[in-house]
């Protein structure tokens, strides 16, 4: 969310692919009956931070037009410069990433004041499994029993990380990756339409991050790494060649390019294939990628390169049918053990 909530335009409509979802919390609010908090889930790049800003935009709006926040009133105009002080977001900050318990009780304290502009006032907390355990613990209350006119709106990419008390007390609305003919369009606008179509699939379907590839520069970077990648699996690449061609890319955007050649790998096999060394090979390799991505995403802070050499090596070593590289565990096992 970082910088979404400033310089915004005056209208920040939902995405096309959200138009379901976004007509039946319109109806909810008009019929008086829209959530007080709301937990919006969906993988990362898939849109649920534009769908909450939109919301937030739409909620704190003096007179909403066509469905949206109209862009003119002195609230749109103030949160499209992020000084709207019924609006508060918290993010993670700090060297480790957390939403402490200090922010959370400070946003505690907002929601409790009477809004300034007489509307209402919205928290949104992005992403929301960022909040540590005590963060987490000192929120429930107040998911539970809201202030009046005011709405928590919570956004996670790894829904399954946020502790139950926590989602069993928000109504949950999930995103899933949208078809690819429900996005194309968008994200064709003004390009080219294969380039666009390319992008989504290294995407992995998600168009706000196929929008991120198009840039100048940065889908050619992208096919190149996932060919590297997939050079490696065939035996055509060895892992410091690989290394080399992958070390711009941070951690966990390494580690979800892993995973996902490795999961298109295996797709492509069939039963009997996948019962073989190989096919057990990638799914040995899938296991630890998927461990690792997991310990980076709750916390874990290895040193990259280290970390991206060993799991390169790892990959290797077993697909080149020689024996594991046991350091393929021992980086993350200090953090998979907490």
């Known amino acids: 969310m970082t910088g979404e909530s400033s310089s915004l335009p005056p209208v920040t409509p939902p995405l096309p692919w959200q138009h379901a979802a976004w007509e039946r919390l319109l109806a909810s609010r008009k019929g008086g009956s829209l959530p007080h908090a709301l937990l919006l889930a969906g993988l990362p790049g898939t849109g ?3 769908f909450a800003l939109a919301l937030a935009r739409y909620l704190l709006c003096a007179a909403p037009v066509q469905g949206t926040n109209c862009g003119d009133c002195k609230a749109c105009r103030l949160t499209a410069s992020g000084a709207h002080g019924d609006f508060l977001i918290l993010e993670p900050t700090g060297k480790g990433q957390v939403i402490p318990v200090g922010q959370v009780r400070d946003a505690i304290a907002f929601g409790a004041q009477t809004p300034g502009l007489g509307q ?3 928290l949104l907390i992005a992403p929301a499994e960022r909040m540590n355990a005590a963060a987490a613990n000192a929120l429930l209350k107040t998911l539970e029993e809201p202030p009046a006119n005011t709405y928590l709106l919570l956004v996670t990419g790894a829904e399954s990380r946020l502790p139950a008390t926590v989602r069993s007390r928000c109504q949950v609305l999930r995103f899933p990756v949208p078809a690819e003919d429900d996005c194309l369009s968008w994200l064709a606008e003004g390009r080219d339409q294969e380039a666009a179509r390319q992008a989504l699939a290294l995407a992995a379907g998600r168009p706000l991050r196929a929008a991120e590839l198009l840039q100048e520069g940065e ?3 992208a096919t190149k790494q996932r060919a590297a990648v997939e050079a490696l699996l065939g035996g055509r690449a060895a892992a410091p ?3 080399a061609a992958l070390a711009d890319l941070p951690l966990d955007a390494f580690l979800e390019l892993l995973v996902r050649v490795l999961q298109d790998a295996l797709r ?3 039963p009997a294939a996948l019962r073989s060394p190989r096919g057990q090979g990638l799914f040995a390799c ?3 990628v998927q461990g690792a991505a997991r310990a980076v995403a ?9 970390a991206r050499a060993t799991l390169l090596g790892g990959l290797e070593a077993r697909l080149g049918e020689r ?3 046991a350091r393929l565990r021992s980086v993350f096992s200090p953090v998979t053990r907490l």
């Open 120 to 122: 209402c006032k919205v």
């Open 298 to 306: 709750a916390g874990a802070n290895p040193q990259p390169e280290l």
């Open 286 to 288: 899938l296991d630890e």
């Open 323 to 325: 024996a594991a590289d």
């Open 268 to 270: 492509t096999l069939s």
């Open 219 to 221: 889908l050619a970077t």
């Open 48 to 50: 649920c931070e534009r």
């Open 241 to 243: 060649a690989v290394d």
